[in-house]
């Protein structure tokens, strides 16, 4: 069964240090997206991605956020200067078709630590 | 604002139902999602609802009135597999999801 993955697993970073986060979406899907969730709080929606472009994107994803498709399978989300505060497990999702329409299948989830 | 709300902790016995409960408050609504997640583990995908009624799949169930801005999941026949947190998340005007912050689901033998 084809699923999202995503590497590292873990990340342990200096704050202040770029990160990249990788993922690699279903093959036939054509949107994505990445979320973070803070130990013990809520899923928080960071941004989706379509077409080579951003589609919708949160608050949390300022400047300091950037996402990028490099070639045809590789999505990954780039965090210039790590905060404290950006220590969460990170999921990249993807879907056939835009949220509502249908199941956004989510990867395993990078757990990032800032120091 | 946009709101989720769901309870924060419930417990019941294997074998038993239960029913967890969401309200939501979206500016927009297009449909209502359940997802499971285990600790330490990315959610998995349940339900999906934008008619209202009641969706059966399997030993899950879940149900939506839009009137009520109100869905809940039915869970049958209980296994201790079932231990997870379930979240609620709703689709706004902006096509995006707005999350519930989960319940967590205690199953006792």
Known sequence: ?115 | GQNIDQPTEMTATEGAIVQINCTYQTSGFNGLFWYQQHAGEAPTFLSYNVLDGLEEKGRFSSFLSRSKGYSYLLLKELQMKDSASYLCAAVDSNYQLIWGAGTKLIIKP
């Open chain 1, 1 to 115: 069964e084809p699923e999202v993955t995503q590497t590292p697993s873990h990340q342990v970073t200096q704050m202040g240090q770029e990160v990249i986060l990788r993922c690699v979406p279903i093959s036939n899907h054509l949107y994505f997206y990445w979320y973070r969730q803070i130990l013990g709080q809520k899923v928080e929606f960071l941004v989706s991605f379509y077409n080579n472009e951003i589609s919708e994107k949160s608050e949390i994803f300022d400047d300091q956020f950037s996402v990028e498709r490099p070639d045809g399978s590789n999505f990954t989300l780039k965090i210039r200067s790590t905060k404290l505060e950006d220590s969460a497990m990170y999921f990249c999702a993807s879907s056939e078709r835009p949220e509502a329409y249908n199941e956004q299948f989510f990867g395993p989830g990078t757990r990032l630590t800032v120091l």
